[in-house]
């Protein structure tokens, strides 16, 4: 069983920046695939970013390329995920996920190959 728990979010002003930590319980934790997503209100579970266990190769939602980068410490168990240049339209609670295996970018985008969830951490950007 992995748990994962996000952290850093908050109030930010446009153009500001956050730093979102997903720390990650188990020993398996370098193994596995990692992804950040997030949920506006009255909106779908949105993909943002995910990256392969060797760091290498991550990919991008269209919307953050360019301003949000996804890095991993696996000595900490810890996955990051900068964001700059921060626009109100990144407003939403965002999640952490761990995939046992990394499947296509289509499903790893869709969500559908990650076997555990974080409880998710508010990020509000504010005009």
Excluded: H
Excluded at 43 to 58: D, H, N, Q
Excluded at 80 to 92: F, G, H, I, V, W
Aim: proline fraction near 3%.
């Amino acid at each position: 069983q992995v748990q994962l728990v996000e952290s850093g979010g908050g109030l930010v002003q446009a153009g500001g920046s956050l730093r979102l930590s997903c720390a990650a319980s188990g020993r398996t934790f370098p193994t596995y695939a990692m992804g950040w997503f997030r949920q506006a209100p009255g909106k779908e579970r949105e993909f943002v970013t995910a990256i392969r266990w060797t760091g290498y190769s991550p990919y991008y939602a269209d919307s953050v390329k360019g301003r949000f980068t996804i890095s991993r410490d696996n000595a900490k168990n810890t996955v990051y995920l900068q964001m700059n240049s921060l626009k109100p339209e990144d407003t939403a609670v965002y999640y952490c996920a761990a995939a046992v295996k990394w499947g296509s970018i289509t499903t790893m985008m869709a969500g559908d190959e990650y076997d555990y969830w974080g409880q998710g951490t508010q990020v509000t950007v504010s005009s």
